[in-house]
């Protein structure tokens, strides 16, 4: 009784400071760069809410004592079935959100009434060039526009009050090896953003542009181009790529290189510099094309300055990356009192393993400490912080296979970080899941697909009951909270599998996460005591964010299970328990009670292929082509998530001409599955079929134990 009171007691004091803060805040006409400098408590008018991207509201009308009373205020069904990422902005009481195939869509934040919908009309056939689902993280505001960038390669401007098309330009290099699925940022009045591609032949670069016509004013590029002839075209940054360049090998730019930037990046007013992480060196496998070196400025966090592009520092996390280490998450900014000293730094938490700090003006490192296991580096240098690569993590060099702990997936994928200046702690959404990696032999370069150099039927899962269930036993996540100056977890949340959603901390002692398995989560920010849930009936991989209206604060989330977890991971996608892909936004505030509507029931997958009348040869060959090929869309060993056809299910393998005329003739190109003539021939599309019927009829046998 008496905790009930205290509860109620102070929900009513803080909802007063709510409604005074709100009406201070004012409504404003327009998102400045004052206010993206100071953002109203309010609103959420970028990415990570501010430019220190720290995602940390210091609403507080939802709090520890009332989030039980959380309750639907209002949803909207997303017309984009597959994996929703973005976090919704709010400015002047319209929310704003992209969705899968980065279309965009204003609802008023208060009731949910749709004001308008804006589809970009991205081809279907993109999806084969996309590493890791259709999806998009949301949207930039600035004056009286809204920018998307979409994932064939477009750079959009909309009227923020109509959706209409002001501008519109292809910004990637070419729109074979390129998408684009990360948010805009603005930065001094202009749009920033990157691309993806490190999978492909991309070479990664940031590019700042005119919010006015698309002109892009500066661009660096992340890794150096061809030396013929110097690179004076760098300009300014002519220095900075001499230096990389001693730190390649080979022919390296002729595939691209990599190290694209397809998330992070982060402003630091007080320092004028735009801090950036970096993708994988491409191709993954160095032996691949003869790489050696660190490969800079790969896997790395770059700084350069925000008016001009111009380098400023960098600090490598992953030298000489063969597995897959982007750098690309979250980078935060925040004051932290370290050993007695109040220092400016950026904290990160790439897939690694590892959280690093680092002073923010000069890069200099402060410390790397690992949150998770990590078996590919014995230690980091105290004084570097250059990690001790395992010897045996050369796994071009051994000839032989190795698991890493962390995979591929990374100890932190994309789900975005919160830190809260409250408790000290930043929140890290955590992947435990190793990978297996082993280089492919004799590999050669194609016009078409990965661009990694590995052999992916090597690793490819067993059909075998006891191997399936050690990796998924070994297959978990957690939420961790990271005490950022003692260097230490003081908290954790063990999560059945990984792939959970990001995070939001606020001033009201809350953390908010999805999770794979579909329920959105409240925990106390300093104990992590789990305080509300909400089963939200698919995975949540997005992040929440939270606004106020009229007194009132809701918390938002976008639903909806997808992402490289699901398509490429086969056996081990539905570890986390989501079984479908409903898309939906979620608005949430206290003493709501909507409802959302019954779960439809699921169709039942039933194994029942054609029997195996290939060769073992045939199989083999077959499955070595599916795994350079197929995979990353149809799942590791022919398994299927729930975004893309598991082909084992498929009635055309019953049929040599269906398969031909599928992945030869092209013949579901509007349906993203494009034509691989340019490197297959009719024995090899027969050479899969029997593959999948072989894999189809071992894993039916594997359903009768």
């Not at 959280?355 to 998770?372: E, I, M, N, Q, R």
């Not at 081990?572 to 779960?599: C, D, H, T, W, Y």
Request: hydrophobic share 40%; with cysteine.
């Amino acid at each position: 009784m008496r905790v009930s009171f205290l509860r109620k007691l102070v929900a009513a004091s803080t909802l007063a400071l709510a409604v005074g803060a709100v009406a201070e805040s004012g409504a404003m006409a327009g998102v400045t760069e004052a206010m993206l400098r100071n953002v109203p408590a309010d609103e959420w008018l970028s990415y990570g809410r501010d430019y220190a991207e720290q995602r940390f509201s210091p609403l507080k009308q939802v709090n520890e004592y009332n989030v039980d009373q959380l309750g639907l205020a209002w949803y909207a069904d997303i017309d984009s079935a597959r994996g929703q990422e973005a976090t919704p902005l709010v400015h002047d009481g319209v929310l704003y959100v992209t969705t899968a195939w980065s279309m965009v869509k204003a609802y008023d934040a208060r009731t949910g009434k749709p004001l308008w919908a804006f589809d970009p009309k991205v081809p279907r056939a993109t999806l084969y060039r996309a590493c890791c689902d259709a999806v998009n993280r949301g949207v930039a505001l600035y004056g009286d526009k809204v920018f998307v960038a979409a994932l064939d390669g477009r750079l959009i401007a909309l009227d923020q009050k109509t959706g209409a098309v002001l501008w519109s330009k292809v910004v990637v290099p070419n729109q074979t090896d390129y998408t684009i699925t990360g948010a805009p940022r603005i930065v001094k009045g202009r749009v920033l953003i990157g691309a993806g591609g490190s999978e492909y032949k991309a070479r990664g670069y940031i590019s700042a542009y005119d919010p006015e016509t698309g002109s892009e004013v500066w661009r660096f590029n992340t890794v150096p181009g061809n030396p013929a002839g110097g690179f004076a075209k760098e300009g300014v940054n002519k220095a900075a790529h001499e230096a990389a360049a001693k730190t390649w090998g080979n022919k390296w730019w002729e595939l691209g290189g990599g190290g694209t930037v397809w998330d992070s990046i982060t402003y630091d007013p007080e320092t004028n510099l735009v801090l950036f992480g970096t993708g994988n060196a491409e191709p993954w496998n160095p032996a691949a094309n003869g790489r050696a070196g660190d490969s800079l400025y790969t896997s790395s966090i770059v700084a350069v300055n925000a008016d001009t592009g111009q380098y400023a520092w960098h600090f490598q996390e992953t030298p000489e990356d063969r597995w897959d280490f982007d750098s690309d998450q979250q980078i935060t900014i925040a004051d932290v009192t370290i050993g007695g000293e109040k220092r400016h730094v950026a904290m990160h938490a790439p897939k690694n393993g590892h959280v690093y700090v680092l002073d923010v003006k000069t890069g200099k490192f402060l410390s790397a400490t690992p949150w998770v296991p990590v078996n590919w580096a014995t230690g980091v240098d105290p004084e570097t912080g250059r990690p001790i690569i395992n010897p045996d993590a050369r796994y071009e060099k051994t000839g032989k296979t190795f698991v890493s702990l962390p995979g591929a997936v990374g100890a932190h994928s994309w789900q975005p970080q919160s830190y809260s200046p409250k408790t000290g702690y930043l929140y890290i959404p955590t992947n435990l899941a190793g990978w297996p990696y082993a280089a492919a032999k004799d590999w050669k370069p194609t016009s078409i697909g990965w661009t990694i150099g590995m052999d992916g039927y090597v690793v490819a899962m067993p059909a075998d009951l006891k191997v399936q269930a050690g990796a998924k036993a070994a297959t978990t996540g957690q939420l961790v909270a990271w005490d950022v100056a003692n260097k230490k977890a003081a908290w954790k949340v063990d999560l059945v599998g990984p792939s959970n959603g990001g995070l939001l901390s606020t001033a009201g002692n809350l953390v908010f996460q999805g999770t794979s398995g579909g329920d959105f989560v409240a925990y106390t920010a300093d104990k992590g005591q789990k305080l509300w849930s909400f089963p939200a009936q698919s995975g949540i991989i997005a992040a929440p964010m939270t606004y106020a209206i009229g007194g009132e604060q809701y918390v938002a989330i976008l639903v909806g299970w997808g992402g490289v977890w699901d398509v490429a991971t086969g056996v081990l996608a539905k570890k986390g328990g989501a079984a479908r892909n409903i898309s939906r936004l979620m608005v949430f505030k206290l003493g709501a009670s909507g409802q959302l509507p019954e779960l439809p029931p699921m169709n039942k997958m039933v194994l029942d292929p054609p029997p195996f009348t290939g060769t073992p040869a045939q199989a083999t060959r077959g499955g070595q082509l599916y795994a350079r090929y197929c995979a990353m869309c149809h799942g590791d060993a022919a398994i299927a998530g729930n975004l893309n056809p598991d082909l084992r299910h498929s009635g055309t393998i019953g049929s040599a001409a269906a398969v031909k005329a599928i992945v030869l003739g092209g013949q579901l190109h509007e349906l993203g599955m494009v034509s691989f003539k340019a490197v297959l021939q009719a024995p090899d599309a027969e050479a899969i079929r029997m593959y999948l019927i072989k894999r189809a009829n071992e894993d039916k046998a594997l359903e009768a134990h």
